[in-house]
């Protein structure tokens, strides 16, 4: 099972940015849908954008056009670039893998997937 670590959440101002990165123990060139969740306190968990193998991407509704979602594949880190924070962006965000072989639209679900990193916090202040 693949390993996974986040790190560059942080706190900043509504309007600001933030790149998440999430580096895996194995190569993901070839890996299966990756993605992004959040989870904000008494939320479930839910997806915010997903790549699959072939570098499509997918993305919620609430994100398009302010996030992006990448992978350098020889490097073996999955991104998250976060561009026009907003208050309710704020929450704890984890990198998924080892989930189902496509994303299928983006329309994912967390417990699909079985290797989880620890998150990190993002916080939005307006």
């Known amino acids: 099972q693949v390993q996974v670590v986040e790190s560059g959440g942080g706190s900043v101002q509504a309007g600001g940015s933030l790149r998440l990165s999430c580096v895996a123990s194995?190569?993901?060139?070839?890996?299966?849908?990756m993605g992004w969740f959040r989870q904000a306190p008494g939320n479930e968990r839910e997806v915010v954008a997903s790549?699959?193998?072939?570098?499509?991407?997918t993305y919620a509704d609430s994100v398009k056009g302010r996030f992006t979602i990448s992978k350098d594949n020889a490097k073996n880190i999955l991104y998250l670039q976060m561009d026009s924070l907003k208050p309710e962006d704020t929450a704890m965000y984890y990198c998924?893998?080892?989930?189902?072989?496509?994303?299928?639209?983006?329309?994912?679900?967390?417990?699909?997937?079985?290797?989880w990193g620890q998150g990190t916090q993002v916080t939005v202040s307006s």
């Open positions: 790549i699959d193998s072939d570098g499509s991407t």
């Open positions: 998924a893998a080892d989930g189902p072989p496509y994303c299928r639209g983006g329309y994912l679900f967390w417990y699909e997937y079985t290797a």
């Open positions: 194995r190569n993901i060139a070839s890996s299966d849908c």
